[in-house]
Every structure is written in structure tokens, then in C-alpha cells.
């Protein structure tokens, strides 16, 4: 049971420095996209605002949705007319 533990924390730390480096590498590609050096990102997300793009683009969705729903209602409806005349 004790070589099980070696070998599982072993595993583990293999894995986390294997995420490290993942991790070092993203943003050393991401300073060499921007040209900083020193990327800055902020330490708070402000939730309400992240809620009302979600729902701006919902709304954005939703008139789309209902924009072609009533005009293939409308074809329809026209192709109906000058089918029965």
C-alpha cells in the first residue's frame, strides 16, 4: 500500500509540472502576440456585466429566430394566395 501512494504522488507531481509548463508556455505565446512582456489581467470579472451580453445576445437570437419563423409564414402565405387564384 505504501508503493502505491509513492507511485500515485509521483504521477501526480509528474502531471502538474507537465501543466506548468502548459500553462508557461500559453503565456509566453500570448506576451509574443501583444509584444508585452508583462500581460496584465484583472483579478475581478464583473458578473452583471458578463449577464447582460448573455442577454443581449439571447434577445439578438430570439429576433432572428422569430424573424425567419414569420416571414417563412409569410411566403407561405403568399405562395397560398397565388396558387388558389
Not at 4 to 30: G, H, P, Q, T, V
Not at 58 to 67: G, S, Y
Amino acid at each position: 500500500m505504501g508503493n502505491d501512494i509513492k507511485i500515485y504522488m509521483c504521477f501526480n507531481s509528474f502531471y502538474m509540472s507537465l501543466n506548468s509548463l502548459k500553462r508557461a508556455s500559453n503565456i509566453e505565446i500570448s506576451s509574443q502576440l501583444t509584444g508585452d512582456v508583462y500581460v496584465d489581467t484583472p483579478q475581478k470579472v464583473n458578473i452583471d456585466a458578463l449577464k447582460l451580453k448573455i442577454i443581449k445576445q439571447e434577445k439578438k437570437e430570439n429576433f432572428k429566430n422569430k424573424a425567419i419563423v414569420v416571414s417563412l409564414f409569410f411566403g407561405l402565405g403568399v405562395l397560398g394566395y397565388f396558387v388558389s387564384i
